[in-house]
């Protein structure tokens, strides 16, 4: 059984950083996809970056240059580093890991996935 778990998140002003951790087990799948999505009140699931095993990454237009996805296959992690965070940033954020290699077009889809975490709270105040 699949299992993600989430954290690093929290707290932080504009302009600021944070990195998100994503602890994978039960995963054991030679070619695969994973992504970070978010999700703010009152709005749809958005893919915001998304890497596959050999390491290709696709990144959303609103993160690009801001955002680094990038995992550590050793520890069956991956991450999230965000700089330059802005209050529109706001939001849930989950991990999502998907069997083989997607599509690089269907990456950031929610319907990629079929296995989720349980979210981290990010919170960027101006």
């Known amino acids: 059984q699949v299992q993600l778990v989430e954290s690093g998140g929290g707290s932080v002003q504009a302009g600021g950083s944070l990195r998100l951790s994503c602890a994978a087990s039960?995963?054991?799948?030679?070619?695969?996809?994973m992504g970070w999505f978010r999700q703010a009140p009152g709005k749809e699931r958005e893919g915001v970056a998304s890497?596959?095993?050999?390491?290709?990454?696709v990144y959303a237009d609103s993160v690009k240059g801001r955002f680094t996805i990038s995992q550590d296959n050793g520890k069956n992690t991956l991450f999230l580093q965000m700089n330059s965070l802005k209050p529109e940033d706001t939001a849930i954020y989950y991990c999502?890991?998907?069997?083989?290699?997607?599509?690089?077009?269907?990456?950031?889809?929610?319907?990629?996935?079929?296995?989720w975490g349980q979210g981290t709270q990010v919170t960027v105040s101006s």
């Open positions: 999502a890991a998907g069997f083989g290699r997607r599509l690089l077009a269907a990456r950031l889809m929610t319907g990629a996935y079929s296995d």
């Open positions: 039960g995963y054991t799948y030679n070619k695969y996809t």
């Open positions: 890497i596959d095993d050999a390491g290709t990454t």
